[in-house]
């Protein structure tokens, strides 16, 4: 089952998300390279399309996992929440209905 990651984050968290960015992409990638990312990309803070000061206020995460708590796990485990980028996590089952 899909389940959407929903990340909010801490104000100003751009330094701290450039620390780990590579780290947290990488997980990204070997979701993506099993077949289970559905879709993955952060929330800008504007709807500039070029920004002068890019700025983020969080991501979203859809992937395949088995559980509830194995999606929990998967979050949990990310490098922005060790780096104090997110504030906040919420995991939920999502169901794909359309394309």
Request: proline letters at 8%.
């Amino acid at each position: 089952m899909y389940f959407a990651i929903i990340s909010t984050d801490v104000p100003d968290s751009l330094a701290l998300r450039l620390t780990v960015r590579d780290q947290h992409l990488a997980r990204l990638h070997a979701l993506n390279d099993a077949g289970r990312l559905l879709v993955a990309g952060p929330h800008p803070a504007t709807d500039e399309v070029n920004p002068a000061q890019p700025a983020f206020t969080g991501s979203l995460v859809i992937a395949e996992f088995d559980s509830l708590q194995t999606a929990q796990a998967w979050a949990n485990a990310d490098p922005y929440i060790a780096a104090g980028v997110y504030a906040n996590v919420v995991v939920k089952p999502y169901l794909k209905v359309l394309p």
